[in-house]
């Protein structure tokens, strides 16, 4: 070997060790941040309190028409919801919202308002916030259930307010905590609940124009209306899914009698077909086996759902964390029904902001297979959020920031503020 083949041999060398002190060195300063990071989370944990719960009542204002938010004479209610601040002692805040639906559960903005306030809230205070089951526990006794959770809407407010609270502390957002690779998009249906069949054509055209592929239907009571309805969906859209969501109106003949000829019309589910109790009914609607029968208002806590699953009475659920009491009770039932191989759709309470959020979190990190109704797009305006979510090509990206991974406006929550509770 000449010399100077040999100097630049020994160059390399030492820029090789170089490189790779500066990579050891990088190495072990990201461990040591990293635990000293997990060092002062843990104090941090050992000592932080929740300091202050607040419950603001706003009301967003609609577009189009969507029966659940239907004031007297048919005129546009608006549509209400609670927002909920929770500040640890060391001014961290964590936002969550509940979302009543006064025409779809008993609960209303009153109830959750003075609820919160009055109940839940004080509870809270002084409480680890990461200590979810003493926190669920406290909740329980001043709010008791009875056949399942009481006042889960309200609830929810308050678990996705500690999910955004403890994921900022951690620094991770939902699929990070949950260890998910997930999805970054997901994909929405178009809701259509029209008056007359000559309602349909303009309705799917205003879905089509914002990038919407796939409809879902409101059905009941009246069969033959439904069956022509989803027909013309189908024709219209003979490549989208299309699922029936009957919000219990059917009773178990018409429902045994309609089911089959849905199917034959090109519907893929039929969700919720009878009301929440007839059980019966919904054991020989799944023998059947004309379409899948999916839950929605009769599942609230994951103890039903095991409870209906055994009893053979449904072929998979509508997922709505604001029904089930937020996001730790609909991923727990999110992986109850993988385990059991059933059909999970994804659903929600045309969902506003930060409960929107929640529902992109939980079904973008658990790769939802079908398009979601998460229609809080299609039917409100206006938004709190800094960055407002929008749909892109009918999708919604997930967030992918700590906690629920979007920010408050408090200044623009005022524009939507109720004073008159």
């Not at 309470?349 to 939802?368: E, F, K, N, R, V």
Request: charged letters at 25%; proline letters at 7%.
């Amino acid at each position: 070997m000449g010399l100077p083949v040999l100097i630049r041999t020994v160059d390399l060398e030492r820029h090789r060790t170089r490189r790779s002190s500066r990579r050891e060195f990088l190495r072990r300063a990201t461990v040591c941040a990293g635990a000293a990071f997990i060092h002062r989370l843990a104090q941090a944990k050992e000592t932080l309190k929740i300091a202050r719960v607040e419950c603001v009542p706003i009301l967003y204002p609609t577009v189009g028409r969507f029966k659940f938010f239907e004031g007297p004479k048919g005129r546009p209610a608006g549509r209400p919801a609670a927002v909920v601040k929770i500040v640890a002692d060391d001014g961290t805040v964590g936002w969550g919202q509940s979302v009543p639906v006064p025409k779809w559960s008993y609960e209303t903005l009153e109830t959750v308002h003075s609820t919160i306030t009055r109940y839940l809230g004080p509870e809270l205070i002084g409480r680890d916030p990461f200590d979810l089951p003493a926190i669920q526990a406290a909740m329980n006794s001043a709010i008791a259930p009875s056949f399942s959770t009481g006042q889960p809407i309200c609830k929810a407010g308050i678990d996705l307010a500690l999910f955004d609270l403890t994921g900022r502390l951690l620094g991770q957002s939902a699929a990070q905590r949950w260890r998910r690779k997930g999805s970054d998009k997901v994909m929405l249906s178009w809701t259509l609940n029209p008056r007359t069949a000559d309602e349909v054509e303009p309705l799917i055209a205003q879905g089509r124009a914002r990038g919407y592929r796939h409809f879902n239907v409101k059905v009941a009571p009246d069969p033959q209306f439904d069956l022509e309805l989803c027909r013309r969906v189908k024709q219209l859209a003979p490549d989208g899914f299309l699922w029936a969501d009957a919000n219990g109106g059917y009773d178990e003949a018409t429902a045994l009698a309609v089911a089959p000829k849905l199917a034959d019309v090109g519907v893929a589910v039929l969700e919720q077909p009878l009301p929440a109790n007839r059980l019966d009914g919904y054991r020989r609607l799944r023998k059947q086996r004309a379409l899948p029968i999916l839950m929605d208002e009769g599942i609230v806590s994951s103890v039903e759902l095991e409870e209906f699953i055994k009893l053979g009475l449904l072929d998979g659920v509508a997922m709505k964390p604001a029904r089930c009491g937020g996001l730790t009770e609909a991923r727990r039932q999110v992986e109850i029904l993988q385990q059991a191989g059933l059909m999970i759709l994804g659903s929600g309470l045309t969902d506003p902001d930060l409960s929107l959020a929640a529902s992109l979190a939980l079904y973008g990190a658990y790769d939802l297979k079908h398009p979601a109704a998460l229609n809080g797009p299609q039917f409100l305006d206006g938004s709190i959020l800094k960055r407002p979510l929008a749909v892109t090509a009918g999708e919604l990206a997930v967030p992918t920031g700590p906690g629920l991974g979007v920010d408050v406006d408090e200044e623009k929550m005022q524009e939507y503020l109720v004073k008159d509770l």
